[in-house]
């Protein structure tokens, strides 16, 4: 399982990739791994304000609907508009076509205190 | 926790395993899409060790099923299988089974995993006959193998039956690899198929017989999660989901396997009335309008929203179909078809209407 360097992740295994002054999220390889096949994934409207561990969004299997949590505050600039059609994007490549939304306005304090890959493997015993 | 004797062919073979009903269960291996669409497409094989097999012996045991079960079990034959239930006085439905006549001195019941113990006991305090009821479930387990090519790949690793001439819901006794076993022409996927019962110590066997030999014909082992969305395509009911003893068999639509007329049995007055003066809710199938997916306890309500119609019992977006669809138990006023209804999903409402089951037939192939 890939956790790429670079990106900085959550306990409830999100990730972040920084582009500039924006954070683009997604969920990573092992959420998508025990979520099983993705088939609708109800997008937040571009504008939602969230918060840190807030909701972000609703991925859904053919079994369950799953929460996913916000990694930062801020506001959505973006987001991932090919998964209304492909949510399987989310199972296939979950760090990079497979992103969820962007987020504007957060605190760099913030991004730095998420965890680094190695730290994040540690938590998932890898 | 239980498991079935395939556990360790489940962990070898990487399966995600779950709790289902106090057992240890695979719920996918390669991935629900993928397994559901081998089952569509060409061939998958299911581990249903976990269902329970109670046998009803002796020269009452026709007296005792026609009491204790809602079918016509007069109606079967030597090698016959049919559908039923056991009902509760209220009509309500304990548990949907499989009769399978050996002969007239021999009956098997496949019953679900999650009520096989309750089934047993419930079928010991109404049995008023002779017959004698033992639960082997802990002796059986079971293989069902599903899809348009369930056939081919089965019938060449049994040497005395031609398998092909097995029509749908019927059985033979047979052996694979020297083990004996029973054959049926059923499943719970939808398509042609087969379930085998054997002996739990040579289940592996088996199961890995039909896996190496499956590979020329793109089996793939699928789990309960693959199990769950090609069944509600097929609009086949599931316990705990569409059936259950608050619900009477009516209401749930197994209206077709209740023979009033076939004399007494437990569950048959009160459908008798309810007959009579109508039911006041049915099983439906809809579809959502607008991006959701409905899940079961879902509320239904009017269009308006603000009338309480009735509640989703199963709802997913399947492979096959790729819609959002479901069944629900509605108020017989809301259930003809193309009724507009709405369905409160995660506290936002989203518009579906009614639509016929099942949401997938499979051609006949001739």
């Known amino acids: 399982m890939d956790f790429p360097e670079g990106y900085k992740y959550t306990r409830d295994h999100e990730w972040v990739r920084m582009e500039g002054d924006t954070a683009v999220v997604g969920i990573t390889a092992f959420a998508q791994s025990e979520l099983g096949d993705l088939v609708f994934v109800d997008l937040p409207h571009e504008g939602k304000t969230v918060t840190a561990h807030g909701n972000l969004c609703v991925v859904e299997s053919t079994k369950a609907a799953s929460d996913v949590y916000s990694p930062l505050a801020g506001k959505v600039e973006a987001v991932n508009q090919a998964l209304a059609d492909d949510p399987g994007l989310i199972n296939r490549a979950p760090y990079t076509d497979g992103w969820i939304a962007k987020l504007s306005g957060i605190s760099e304090s913030d991004v730095a205190g998420l965890m680094s890959a190695q730290e994040y493997k540690a938590l998932l015993g890898k | ?366």
Not at chain 2, 5 to 23: N, Q, S, T
Not at chain 2, 160 to 178: A, M, N, P, R, Y
């Open chain 2, 1 to 366: 926790m239980k498991r079935t004797p395939l556990y360790e062919e489940h962990i070898r073979l990487g399966a995600k395993m779950v709790d289902f009903a106090g057992w240890e269960m695979p719920v996918q291996y390669s991935g629900v899409i993928a397994e559901h669409t081998a089952v569509r497409e060409a061939v998958g094989l299911f581990d249903v060790s976990h269902m329970g097999e109670i046998w009803v012996t002796g020269p009452e045991a026709l007296a005792a099923l026609e009491h204790l079960t809602c079918n016509k079990v007069a109606a079967l034959y030597d090698g016959k299988a049919q559908y039923s239930a056991l009902l509760n006085h209220q009509g309500g439905v304990v548990d949907d089974i499989i009769v399978y006549r050996v002969n007239s001195e021999r009956y098997l019941l496949c019953v679900n995993a999650s009520n096989a113990e309750k089934d047993f006991e419930w079928m010991k305090a109404h049995n008023h006959t002779s017959a004698k009821i033992t639960n082997e479930s802990s002796e059986w387990g079971q293989i069902a193998v599903q899809g348009p090519r369930a056939i081919e790949l089965v019938a060449p690793l049994v040497r005395d039956h031609d398998l092909s001439s097995v029509k749908s819901f019927h059985f033979v006794e047979t052996e694979i690899l020297g083990s004996s076993v029973i054959i049926a022409r059923t499943g719970y996927t939808g398509e042609d198929g087969v379930e085998i019962f054997v002996r739990a110590n040579n289940v592996a066997n088996v199961w890995c017989l039909l896996l190496e030999h499956g590979a020329s014909y793109g089996v793939l082992p699928c789990g309960l999660g693959a199990r769950d969305s090609l069944r509600l395509e097929a609009a086949l009911p599931l316990h705990g989901h569409e059936l259950g003893e608050e619900i009477t068999a009516l209401e749930s639509g197994l209206g077709w396997i209740v023979k009033l007329d076939k004399g007494d049995f437990i569950g048959r007055k009160a459908l008798e009335v309810q007959k009579s003066a109508g039911v006041p809710r049915k099983l439906v199938g809809f579809a959502l309008d607008d991006a959701g997916i409905a899940r079961q306890g879902d509320r239904v309500t009017d269009t308006v929203g603000n009338t309480e119609v009735g509640v989703v019992t199963s709802g997913t977006k399947t492979p096959t179909v790729n819609k959002a669809i479901g069944m629900a138990l509605v108020a017989s006023a809301h259930c003809a078809l193309g009724a507009n209804l709405s369905v409160t999903v995660r506290g936002r409402s989203i518009r579906a209407h009614v639509v016929p089951l099942p949401f997938y037939k499979r051609e006949k192939r001739h």
